[in-house]
């Protein structure tokens, strides 16, 4: 029998997305010294991570449904018992500035209501986080909390968290590198508001709740997958002893 066959879930989402990531930097490093147009480099990035996922997975779960940022949304993955929720690359505009290394892949398996599997390939690091064996966070050895928040934006859930709980603050690309900033115990928040799809947390979340961290909408609630609107807009990550206070901060502004 083959050895792609005997693979657990998780064994499968964790050796996708890390040869996905060894795929992907040699593709990185390859454009970049030709001098790919920073566009093209996201493009072709995308779309090669996409076909490698997607055939990956389908050889070994030909009866599973994918739901994939870069395809068109299956709707049959509403009536499934199984569906692989995949960002090829989370942090496409960092992909395409190396050395930078804030980009990800997803993978995660969405079954029967939860979330069973997720990988987060951090290619630039050289590591794979995993839901199981779950990782380790690193006991906290900080006065001030570290708040992650977007490169490009300031949430307006972020302000009002880290002016109340006294935050330095971080920046970094991926919502995958951020949530991982947390489980690597590099920062103790991420909270992120006004534009996600479910791809974008599908595979963090799972790593990131194994590892027991918190994990919600910003306004407390469970974060929810294959639900028929793809949009998922919020996201609160964060070491459990700060989730009530965090969720109190941008309660009282809602």
């Not at 994918?66 to 509403?78: F, K, M, P």
């Not at 395409?96 to 990800?104: G, I, T």
């Not at 398996?109 to 990988?119: C, P, R």
């Amino acid at each position: 029998m083959s050895p792609v066959a005997t693979e657990s879930d998780q064994e499968l989402a964790t050796r996708v997305a890390t040869e996905a990531g060894v795929m992907l930097e040699q593709l990185r490093t390859e454009m970049y010294e030709v001098g790919t147009h920073y566009w093209d480099m996201k493009d072709e990035g995308d779309v090669a991570g996409h076909r490698f996922l997607v055939s990956a997975l389908q050889a070994a779960r030909p009866d599973d449904v994918i739901l994939s940022e870069e395809a068109a949304d299956n709707r049959r993955r509403l009536q499934a018992e199984r569906v692989w929720i995949i960002d090829p690359i989370d942090g496409t505009s960092e992909f395409a500035e190396p050395p930078r290394w804030d980009w990800a892949i997803h993978v995660a398996l969405w079954e029967k209501g939860s979330l069973t599997a997720g990988a987060v390939a951090m290619p630039t690091l050289g590591r794979t986080f995993n839901a199981a064996p779950a990782e380790t966070v690193p006991p906290p050895e900080r006065e001030h909390p570290v708040l992650v928040t977007s490169r490009t934006r300031n949430p307006y859930s972020a302000v009002l968290v880290a002016n109340a709980l006294d935050c330095l603050v971080g920046r970094l690309g991926s919502a995958g590198a951020k949530t991982m900033a947390v489980v690597m115990g590099q920062a103790d928040i991420y909270v992120h508001d006004g534009g996600m799809y479910q791809w974008d947390s599908a595979a963090p979340a799972a790593v990131a709740l194994a590892a027991g961290l918190h994990v919600s909408r910003i306004d407390g609630s469970p974060v929810i997958y294959n639900q028929p609107d793809l949009w998922l807009p919020d996201l609160l990550v964060c070491r459990p002893e700060l989730a009530e206070r965090a969720l109190a901060a941008i309660g009282a502004r809602r």
